[in-house]
């Protein structure tokens, strides 16, 4: 969302109006009445896929599969093990021949010869790998070599990722976080404007999944273009701007995540703290207007409901003569959204 403050041609007053990238929103002005329309622009898509298909020996790994992700936004390619993930960013990267289709990025056509494509976007691959005898400094300052960039912002990079302390150890020593976090340092190498990031919270416990996160929002947040996969939902639910979502080699969405909610028609969780409900639904409950499904487990009741009934479900146990020591609403999340997608799709 972002505000604009606008002038009324016809009275002078100042209006302020708030609306996201590609919105067209009808303006009354509260002091002469005059009407007027405010436009805000889209933003630039800066990665186009077109049709694009690849298909190994029969297999369709992608299949005629179109998309576009918008300067600025933090873009999620979501799908179950399998779907089409690592075919398609190595397709971006111009690792790979597509069978059919086209990939633009910054509107130039991507192929394998896309040498200056690939060095203006940070990479981090799906099974990234170092050389186990170097130091992690070592590393970058080779990586650096490669992609021509001055040497000395190595030891930076490292401490901006929180790897400072290790900069001298062999990367052989390293945990798989530590690892992913190298990886993201080696991708930012040259400050690109595009980051394709390949599962980065793949095999992270709690911990390096935020840091890995956080680093996503920071460079974001910088002004870079955040293209990621995932196949665990949760980890990237509240980060993205938008997702696609594919299975089986298609895209079966395209959308921000709360339009996708809405669009699957998700309702939100009622989650009840009932000292005395000793795991037992209470009577009566799928009679009250708007309740979808009850679950009882020990003290803690569960009911899906629209969310225009989460009162009448509060008052109904209240009027049973229990009393509600806690309460809080569950909305949909992006794992309910994505299962909901892909059984719709195949039944
Ligand atoms: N080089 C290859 N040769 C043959 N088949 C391949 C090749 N690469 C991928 N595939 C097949 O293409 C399909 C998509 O694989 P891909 O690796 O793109 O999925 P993914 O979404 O990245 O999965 P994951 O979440 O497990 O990483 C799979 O059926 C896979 O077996
Ligand atoms: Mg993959």
């Not at 192929?111 to 990234?128: H, M, T």
């Not at 708007?290 to 479900?313: F, H, M, P, R, Y």
Request: glycine fraction near 8%.
């Amino acid at each position: 969302m972002t505000t604009k403050i606008v002038v009324c041609p016809n009275c002078g007053n100042k209006i302020s109006i708030s609306g996201s990238s590609g919105d067209r929103i009808e303006v009354v002005c509260p002091k002469c009445g005059s009407k007027g329309v405010v436009s805000f622009p889209e933003k630039n898509v800066i990665i186009q896929v077109k049709n694009l298909s690849k298909h190994y020996n029969g297999v369709k790994a992608v299949d005629k599969i179109s998309f576009s992700v918008k300067e600025g936004e933090i873009f999620g390619f979501l799908g179950p093990n399998g779907a089409g993930k690592t075919t398609t960013i190595k397709l971006l990267m111009g690792l790979t021949h597509p069978s059919n289709g086209e990939i633009r990025v910054y509107g130039e056509k991507v192929d394998v010869d896309s040498v200056n494509i690939r060095k203006n976007i940070g990479y981090l691959p799906e099974k990234i790998a170092f050389y186990d005898n170097l130091t992690p400094l070592q590393t970058l300052h080779f990586l650096c070599e490669l992609k021509g960039v001055e040497k000395s912002i190595a030891e930076d990079l490292l401490e901006e990722v929180g790897l400072g302390d290790a900069m001298h150890r062999k990367v052989g020593t390293f945990s798989k976080g530590m690892i992913q976090l190298l990886g993201i340092a080696q991708a930012m190498i040259g400050n690109p404007r595009i980051y394709v990031l390949d599962e980065p919270m793949s095999g992270l416990d709690a911990k390096w999944v935020k840091t890995v996160r956080d680093k996503i929002k920071e460079l974001n947040e910088k002004g870079a273009t955040m293209f990621l996969s995932s196949h665990i939902l949760s980890e990237v639910q509240n980060l993205c701007h938008r997702v696609a979502v594919i299975n089986k080699g298609k895209i079966i969405a395209e959308d921000t995540i709360s339009n996708l909610s809405k669009r699957l028609r998700l309702r939100p969780k009622l989650e009840l703290i009932i000292p005395s409900l000793n795991g037992t639904i209470p009577k009566g409950i799928y009679n009250v207007k708007g309740v979808i499904d009850a679950e009882a487990k020990g003290d803690t009741l569960t009911v899906t409901c629209e969310t225009w009934s989460k009162q009448n479900v509060i008052k109904y146990i209240q009027r049973m003569g229990l009393e509600i020591r806690d309460f809080k609403t569950i909305e949909p999340s992006l794992e309910d959204t994505f299962i909901k997608l892909i059984s719709e799709e195949e039944s």
